[in-house]
Every structure is written in C-alpha cells, then in structure tokens.
C-alpha cells in the first residue's frame, strides 16, 4: 500500500525541540518532493515546509523559516522536520504529504498523497 | 486572512448542485498558477480533489468538477449526497516575496 506514516509527535514546552519522522511505503519516496503541511486545531491548512527529491531545494514559510529543518535519509524511506525554538502557535497535526508535478516548477505542483497527521502542541 | 478566500460554509440539499469559490489575486490564481481543490472529512487526512484546475484523480466521481477564471477558482458538486459533507480547500501557488504555496480557509459544505 501507498503511504505516509508520521511520527514523533507530543508535548512540548515553548522554546523546546521535537524531530517529527515522515516513513513512506509502497513507493519510492526519493523521486518525488515531500512536503510538511499543519493545521492548528479547528483551523485550516498552511503549508510549513518542503524539500525537492534530491535534497538540493528546500523551502521554508516565513512562519518557520529560521527555526524550523527539513531533511531525508534516503537508506530509511524518511523525510524529518526538525523543529527548534517552539512557540504555542506552532501547535498542530502535522501531515506529512508527497507532491505531484504537473510542470516541472514550483507553482504547478500539488499534494497527492497525504499521511494520517501526527499532533504536535507546545504548551507549558 | 488566507492569501485565497473562501466562503466559511455553503449547505445545499441531496441531489442539488453546490459551488464553492476560491478568490485569488494577480500573484497566484490571476498570474495562472494551477489551483487545486481537497476534502477533509471530520478525523481524516484532506486527500486531492481535483488538480490543475480541472482534473479529476482516479476514484473521484465525476459529479466533482474545477474551472478557474481570472483570480479566482470555483469547485462545483452536483448531485449532493451525504457522504459530501465535509471541508473543502482551494490551494494554489503565491510569487510574492520568496513564494509559497497557499491554501484557502477552507468551505464546509453540509448537506442538509
């Protein structure tokens, strides 16, 4: 089966660290970009971040820039956001999500597979 | 305030035809970046609706469809049915500052 799996998700206090895991299965992950996108609770979709099959491009919203890396090991399948200096508006599930190129940049690509979310709250 | 607006909610009756729009502006939908639509049912991951604008992914039924005009984007569902009930995105690409990819607030759409 085709999928997305996150992890390492949890509580965290403000200023903390968390590495969330993205594992993918059924496909060969390194031939196509991975991106990070949340939703806060009740609220709605924001891209945080993204990388391109090589590792050679990565991207970053303002929101995150700075604080926030993106990484893979291709000998495991997985993709990591490693996220630093915390803040409660941070909170949210986490989905890890493949994307699809109808052109070869940036504004026509989209997301197609989506993992199940992983929930990230920062909270003292 | 998402950079793609959207209608908070949209209701419509079973069977009826609903539409949900997507305002842009010229610095995504209006310079011709793709707009792409999901669903998220309540618990559940979105999953990918329609894409460039007016595609269909397999096993998405064909009572879905897409069109884009100018800045703005629409998703139309025709023969509601309950299982339609849920939250709809658009998201599209934004070239202001260093670009980023964007979503709108989201529809929800109930079935009455």
């Known amino acids: 089966e085709v999928q997305l799996v996150e992890s390492g998700g949890g509580l965290v206090q403000p200023g903390g660290s968390l590495r969330l895991s993205c594992s993918a299965s059924g496909f060969t992950s390194s031939r196509y970009a991975i991106f990070w996108v949340r939703q806060a609770p009740g609220k709605g979709l924001e891209y945080v971040s993204g990388?391109?099959?090589?590792?050679?491009?990565?991207y970053y919203a303002d929101s995150v820039k700075g604080r926030f890396t993106i990484s893979r090991d291709y000998s495991k399948n997985t993709l990591y956001l490693q996220m630093s200096s915390l803040r409660a508006e941070d909170t949210a599930v986490y989905y890890c999500?493949?994307?699809?190129?109808?052109?070869?940049?940036?504004?026509?690509?989209?997301?197609?597979?989506w993992g199940r979310g992983t929930l990230v709250t920062v909270s003292s | 305030q998402s950079v793609l607006t959207q209608p908070s909610s949209v209701s419509g009756a079973p069977g009826q035809r609903v539409t949900i729009s997507c305002t842009g502006s010229n610095s995504n939908i209006g310079a011709g970046f793709d707009v792409h639509w999901y669903q998220q049912h309540p618990g559940a991951a979105p999953k990918v609706l329609i894409y460039?604008?007016?595609n269909l992914p397999s096993g998405v039924p064909d009572r879905f469809s897409g069109s884009r005009s100018g800045t703005s984007a629409s998703l139309a569902i025709t023969g509601l049915q309950a299982e339609d009930e849920a939250d709809y995105y658009c998201?599209?690409?934004?070239?202001?500052?260093?670009?980023?990819?964007?979503f709108g607030g989201g529809t929800k759409l109930t079935v009455l």
């Open positions: 460039a604008n007016n």
């Open positions: 999500v493949k994307v699809t190129m109808t052109r070869g940049y940036q504004p026509f690509w989209y997301f197609d597979l």
């Open positions: 998201q599209s690409y934004d070239s202001t500052l260093s670009g980023s990819w964007v």
């Open positions: 990388t391109t099959d090589n590792g050679g491009s990565t």
